[in-house]
């Protein structure tokens, strides 16, 4: 039997990356949606004061407007530093979440390699086992029309086998 042992760490390195990738994606998405969040709350503050401030210059005055006024400003110069805060999160998120889906992505194709490796292993193996099992045969074919005296080949590969065999045998250097 065949060693299997580097498919199934490829693999493993696979499921942990694809992990690592899912809480990155998790984590840029909720990076993201913060930043939003608090984009709509300065976006928010800004039009109730556009609306203050078209209200007083159309006449219309009240005694509370230049406090209301004062917090809402207040209010916009937090969430502006806020929301730089969130912006720089959400682009780190990004960042990390490239990586690690890159990362996830180079094990993958380490597993494939792993895979198609393995595989070579075996198709090479079976290939030298019909090759032994297929000289025995035409052994006996052989011996066995000898003695029954038949004098052509009891048995002849197919033309696309005979045309596969040359092109292996040139290939490799032995015609």
């Known amino acids: 039997m065949f060693d299997t042992a580097l498919i199934t760490a490829a693999a493993q390195r696979?499921?942990?990356?694809e992990a690592v990738a899912?809480?990155?994606?998790?984590?840029?998405?909720?990076?993201?949606?913060?930043?939003d969040r608090l984009r709509h709350r300065l976006s928010a503050l800004t039009?109730?004061?556009?609306?203050?401030v078209t209200r007083r210059a159309g006449g219309?005055?009240?005694?509370?407007?230049?406090?209301?006024?004062?917090?809402?400003?207040?209010?916009?110069?937090?969430?502006?530093?806020?929301?730089a805060e969130a912006e720089a999160a959400s682009t780190?998120?990004?960042?990390?979440?490239?990586?690690?889906?890159?990362?996830a992505s180079a094990a993958r194709d380490q597993l494939a390699l792993a895979e198609n490796e393995e595989m070579l292993r075996r198709l090479v193996a079976h290939a030298t086992e019909m090759d032994r099992v297929l000289l025995e045969t035409m052994k006996q074919l052989r011996d066995l029309g000898a003695k029954l005296g038949i004098s052509r080949p009891m048995w002849a590969p197919s033309m696309?086998?005979?045309?596969e065999l040359r092109r292996l045998l040139a290939a490799a250097g032995r015609l």
């Not at 780190?92 to 990362?103: G, S």
Request: no cysteine.
């Open 14 to 17: 696979v499921a942990t990356t």
């Open 160 to 163: 696309d086998l005979g045309v």
């Open 47 to 52: 039009v109730e004061r556009a609306a203050i």
């Open 92 to 103: 780190e998120a990004k960042q990390r979440a490239e990586a690690a889906d890159a990362t």
């Open 22 to 35: 899912s809480a990155a994606a998790a984590r840029r998405v909720e990076t993201a949606q913060a930043a």
């Open 60 to 83: 219309e005055r009240l005694p509370d407007d230049g406090a209301t006024l004062a917090l809402i400003e207040a209010d916009r110069d937090g969430l502006r530093d806020m929301l």
